[in-house]
């Protein structure tokens, strides 16, 4: 049986820069500590700790003195830096600088267009690390929609200015924009101007995945995913895999993989989510062969 990689998985750009970073302190014997879990990888996160990262929770946070901290991929609201700032913590930001260039983005509208009474409505997960950081951006004006079955929050009379997490799905996003443009458009059919702003703000190495794992997916009789329990992303894109081969199995590590799931097959993909390093992907795909 042919066992095949798809060369686009493994971590994405910010979370690889992130690892990078918290590698080198380490190895320059820092003490490190990081607020969160890096990556949504529990097998990365324990090789990390065995290095030596601490994780922490924002409540372990805020009673820190005098330490360094990293900020992980998804970024920090406001808060957390005066927080650091007042407790002489030190910050080593590790800010994906996608996610920072949108936080910048939401500043920026907030203050330029706060005359005109507007909304900032970001599509994201409720409670996702990324997301607190873009409302946190956002302040009061923001307003959360996961799906355009919570559009309701959003006020049709007034302008929109709509941004998305980095790693939300494309075509999902084209849809709650679409849901909310007819709102607007119902509710104000005689607004002058665009009343509604749609920012392109999806990965794009998030969204240029979604169509070649479709054909990865079709290629291959089975299909093995390999990604962390709390990974929205690799959820994602593990549904765009079983959407078009039902034989498309979720593992975490080589120790869930079935034998069963290869009966009759010619060839196997193995992928990951942006959160999922590629040595594990690499192991993954040599257990398979080893079977």
Avoid at 142 to 152: Q, S
């Amino acid at each position: 049986m042919k066992v095949e990689i798809e060369p686009g998985s493994g971590f994405c750009f910010g979370v690889e820069n992130a690892v990078r970073i918290a590698e080198e302190a380490l190895r320059a014997g820092e003490e490190v500590y990081c607020l969160g879990e890096i990556v949504h990888n529990d097998i990365e996160v324990s090789r990390l700790k065995a290095l030596g990262l601490v994780t922490i929770t924002y409540d372990q946070f805020a009673q820190l003195r005098d330490r360094k901290v990293l900020v992980r991929a998804h970024g920090e609201p406001p808060s957390t830096y005066e927080m650091a700032e007042n407790n002489n913590i030190t910050l080593i930001d590790a800010t994906c600088p996608i996610v920072h260039s949108i936080q910048e983005k939401i500043k920026k509208v907030k203050l330029v267009n706060s005359q005109e009474d507007g909304q900032i409505v970001i599509y994201g997960k409720q409670d996702h690390a990324e997301v607190r950081g873009l409302m946190g951006a956002a302040g009061e004006k923001g307003i959360l929609v996961t799906g355009k079955h919570d559009i309701g929050k959003v006020d049709f009379t007034r302008p929109v200015w709509l941004f998305a997490q980095t790693t939300r799905s494309k075509d999902e996003y084209e849809l709650v924009a679409e849901v909310i443009r007819l709102n607007l458009q119902k509710a104000a059919p005689d607004y002058p101007g665009n009343h509604l702003k749609v920012y392109k703000t999806i990965c794009r190495q998030v969204s240029d995945r979604e169509p070649r794992l479709r054909s990865f997916a079709r290629e291959n009789d089975v299909i093995i995913f390999v990604s962390g329990l709390k990974s929205s992303n690799g959820r994602m894109l593990f549904d765009v895999c079983r959407n078009e081969n039902r034989r498309s199995h979720f593992i975490s590590s080589t120790e869930e993989i079935d034998p069963g799931w290869f009966a009759n097959a010619q060839s196997a993909g193995v992928c990951g989510a942006t959160s999922t390093p590629k040595w594990l992907i690499q192991k993954v795909a040599e257990a398979i062969e080893a079977i």
